[in-house]
């Protein structure tokens, strides 16, 4: 079955360090997403692919990092710059970005510093 | 800037009745598309429904319809026969001419009663 993974469901982390997200998808999309979504708010963009090697900002990447090596992988590094990293990390992925391209999501990443 | 307004925080409704979401946004461009998303308590983001800016008639996805009047730029979402399954937030979000990177409201919480 085709689909997004994201691991692990769960993360915990003590403050000043570093932690990688992982997101795998295999519907051979082209665009990928991060969102964050803190609780009775929406989602908010951090960063997002459209290509592979290439990435943009989003509203806010400020103590984020991105990278995109392969065509199926857009794994999101939360740093110890980041200074509310607790929250719920969705990533995403569409064929293409345009206004016809509904999302798909994957499961989630809770992540909260200790 | 564009902007997406969800002004019920919570709503209510009885099991085997129709009910609409509310969402209103704002932008300037000629095209833009409008997704409806389901989260349920797993925290995964379901589409469930789109309406392009130049399509003439309303979407329909099975008990899932948008009252998309453009005038009034509204997208509501209406939910006919509800099911207890049908509890979850939903979100309303649009994406707009350019990078096409939807933007999210701050979501309505459905509890559907027996």
């Known amino acids: 079955d085709g689909g997004i993974t994201q691991s692990p469901k769960y993360l915990f982390r003590k403050e000043g360090q570093n932690v990688t997200l992982s997101c795998e998808q295999n519907?051979?999309?082209?665009?990928m997403y991060w969102y964050r979504q803190d609780p009775g708010q929406g989602l908010r963009l951090i960063y997002y692919s459209q290509i592979v090697n290439d990435f943009q900002k989003g509203d806010i990447a400020e103590g984020y990092s991105v990278s995109r090596e392969k065509k199926e992988s857009f794994p999101l590094t939360v740093t110890s710059a980041q200074k509310n990293p607790t929250a719920f990390y969705l990533c995403?992925?569409?064929?293409?970005?345009?206004?016809?391209?509904?999302?798909?999501f994957g499961p989630g990443t809770r992540l909260t510093v200790l | 800037a564009q902007k997406i307004t969800q002004t019920q925080p919570g709503m209510f409704v009885q099991e085997k009745e129709a009910v609409t979401l509310d969402c209103t946004y704002d932008t300037s461009d000629p095209s833009y598309g409008l997704f409806w998303y389901k989260q349920p308590s797993s925290g995964e983001m379901i589409f469930l429904i789109y309406?392009?800016?130049?399509?003439?008639q309303n979407a329909t996805e099975g008990r899932y319809s948008l009252n998309f009047q453009k005038a009034r730029k509204s997208a509501n979402l209406v939910i006919s026969a509800s099911q207890l399954g049908d509890s979850a937030m939903y979100f309303c979000a649009m994406a707009r001419g350019g990078s096409y990177i939807p933007t999210f409201g701050r979501g309505t919480s459905l509890i559907v009663h027996p």
């Open positions: 995403a992925s569409s064929i293409r970005q345009g206004p016809y391209n509904e999302q798909f």
């Open positions: 309406q392009g800016s130049y399509d003439q």
């Open positions: 519907l051979n999309h082209d665009a």
